[in-house]
């Protein structure tokens, strides 16, 4: 089984993936000018941004960077509900804290029984 990808690995499809929430967010409030968009949408977006992505290709922009791709703990395609659950935890501000605490799964990927693996 493998053990799970290193957090240098995590690191990077991290910042390439909010890079690019951080730019389509940006975009997107330099229309608006809404409080609502500036918070809230910030929110949706991330979570839009990773089950879209997640549900269409198995990875987002950063994962296919890295040759990274989520899968269920057993090796299986993640479901439609467990997408939807892993991209609901990373807006819970503990999911990016979960990383400083030497584990090399987040608190997304425990909560929604995922793990990243190489792409063969």
């Known amino acids: 089984m493998n053990k799970g990808i290193d957090k240098g690995v995590r690191i990077t499809n991290y910042i390439t993936d909010i890079f690019i929430v951080y730019i389509l967010w940006y975009l997107l409030f330099s229309f608006t000018q809404s409080y609502f968009v500036f918070y ?22 950063g994962k296919m960077i890295t040759k990274t791709r989520v899968v269920k703990v057993n090796g299986q395609k993640p479901s ?4 939807l659950l892993r ?34």
């Open 80 to 83: 439609v509900y467990t997408l």
């Open 40 to 61: 809230i949408g910030f929110q949706i977006l991330i979570f839009l941004y990773y089950f879209l992505f997640e549900f269409m290709f198995g990875k987002t922009i």
């Open 87 to 120: 991209s609901f935890c990373r807006v819970i501000p503990i999911d990016t804290l979960s990383y400083l605490f030497g584990y090399e799964r987040g608190f997304h990927d425990i909560m929604s029984n995922t793990r990243l693996t190489k792409e063969i």
